[in-house]
């Protein structure tokens, strides 16, 4: 009897031990630490101050975003109705001197092909406005050289960069009344290639497009390009010009008729309709579905972050612990933290109305409860297989 029993001791001792070297070698994924070092830290934990979110402070927001001014881009005229092209190098020039076709430019009274040119307006509608580049579907004509100036017969080379087609209309003919009486001369400009403004991102038709006579503003310049993409966010459409970004927001104008977004653009600028990844908000925590969100025309509150999370858990959310973290992006090391206590009355109409900012953390905390019955299923395993290696050695 007992031999039995210390031979049960000894079976039990070896698959004890079997079961725990299998912790090794046991399939899956994981990561061997013992090559790692890591030094304990001694400084003291962060502490960061928590606002409660409340009607004074979701007032206080409204003022504070009210008041906060935008920062637009300097106009290029001050009378946008007074607008008028200047000539710039590369553009190509038609010239006419009726009477006179030995001066006039072969083809000069044609239109050009191209779509950024000046065209009959049947063809410019049913063209894009960017499909014409430098050397495609060129137009004969004087085009500008790179110095800003042309060559003509009689008058010898003249600078028209800078100039107005009516400016180069009346020095031409000044120059030829000496060897043509009464010149009647006209200058148009045949393909628009000089001034150009760049369209990038989520645009169907990315590309350079022509300043051309007719002022092309924000939302002239994303139609021409194709308009927007389903991804695009074009509540941040971003224009660097000079060096300096400018963050506008087209649908503003869209929705609301602020004319303010709709700027004027000038040679040389870059309009970029980014996509919504700076534009989320993440929504974790004891929720019923963790999700990215995306800002609904510029705007999402808190009500709307948890409604696309599915809501909180019942049984495993913390009511009182509904946090927003803020500004982590840019000061990770200060954020900005907020907290909603939904067991209040007002909690429902505070969460519908404090607005999120892009890139802002929901977090729903756990309940105590919950987190103990957590630890319990980590241990209850454990302490059954104790259990039942102690009524094997019996």
């Given at each position: 009897?007992?031999?039995?029993?210390?031979?049960?001791?000894?079976?039990?001792?070896?698959?004890?031990?079997?079961?725990?070297?299998?912790?090794?070698?046991?399939?899956?994924?994981?990561?061997?630490?013992?090559?790692?070092?890591?030094?304990?830290?001694?400084?003291?934990?962060?502490?960061?101050?928590?606002?409660?979110?409340?009607?004074?402070?979701?007032?206080?927001?409204?003022?504070?975003?009210?008041?906060?001014?935008?920062?637009?881009?300097?106009?290029?005229?001050?009378?946008?109705?007074?607008?008028?092209?200047?000539?710039?190098?590369?553009?190509?020039?038609?010239?006419?001197?009726?009477?006179?076709?030995?001066?006039?430019?072969?083809?000069?009274?044609?239109?050009?092909?191209?779509?950024?040119?000046?065209?009959?307006?049947?063809?410019?509608?049913?063209?894009?406005?960017?499909?014409?580049?430098?050397?495609?579907?060129?137009?004969f004509g004087q085009t500008v050289a790179a110095d800003g100036t042309i060559y003509f017969p009689f008058v010898g080379r003249m600078m028209v960069a800078g100039s107005t087609p009516g400016d180069v209309r009346d020095r031409l003919a000044r120059g030829l009344v000496r060897f043509v009486r009464n010149p009647q001369v006209d200058v148009r400009v045949l393909a628009y290639r000089g001034q150009k403004v760049q369209v990038t991102g989520d645009v169907k038709t990315p590309g350079p497009l022509a300043i051309s006579d007719m002022p092309l503003t924000l939302v002239d310049a994303i139609t021409r390009s194709g308009g927007a993409t389903d991804n695009a966010d074009i509540q941040r459409v971003k224009l660097t010009r000079n060096n300096q970004l400018y963050v506008l927001n087209a649908n503003r104008l869209l929705e609301d008729g602020d004319t303010t977004q709709n700027v004027m653009l000038q040679s040389g600028d870059i309009v970029n309709v980014p996509d919504h990844t700076d534009s989320r908000v993440f929504v974790m925590g004891e929720v019923k579905t963790p999700i990215q969100v995306n800002m609904i025309k510029g705007h999402l509150t808190i009500a709307d972050a948890l409604t696309q999370g599915g809501g909180i858990l019942d049984t495993d959310a913390n009511p009182r612990q509904i946090y927003v973290m803020r500004g982590m992006k840019d000061n990770p090391t200060k954020p900005d933290v907020y907290r909603l206590d939904m067991t209040q009355p007002n909690a429902i109409m505070l969460s519908s109305q404090f607005q999120l900012q892009p890139m802002d953390v929901v977090y729903v905390g756990t309940a105590a409860s919950t987190t103990f019955n957590r630890v319990l299923q980590q241990v209850l395993p454990t302490l059954e297989s104790v259990f039942y290696l102690k009524q094997l050695t019996r």
């Open positions: 009897m007992l031999k039995t029993k210390h031979t049960a001791t000894f079976a039990a001792s070896l698959l004890l031990t079997a079961f725990l070297g299998a912790c090794a070698t046991a399939p899956g994924n994981y990561l061997d630490t013992s090559s790692l070092k890591e030094e304990p830290s001694n400084a003291p934990a962060e502490t960061y101050p928590v606002h409660l979110i409340d009607s004074a402070l979701v007032a206080q927001q409204a003022q504070d975003r009210a008041a906060t001014p935008q920062k637009l881009p300097p106009p290029p005229m001050a009378d946008p109705s007074q607008y008028v092209y200047h000539i710039s190098p590369q553009d190509i020039l038609g010239i006419t001197v009726w009477d006179h076709p030995e001066l006039t430019t072969p083809n000069g009274s044609s239109m050009s092909s191209g779509a950024t040119s000046t065209q009959t307006l049947a063809s410019v509608v049913q063209q894009p406005y960017a499909s014409q580049q430098s050397g495609q579907s060129d137009p």
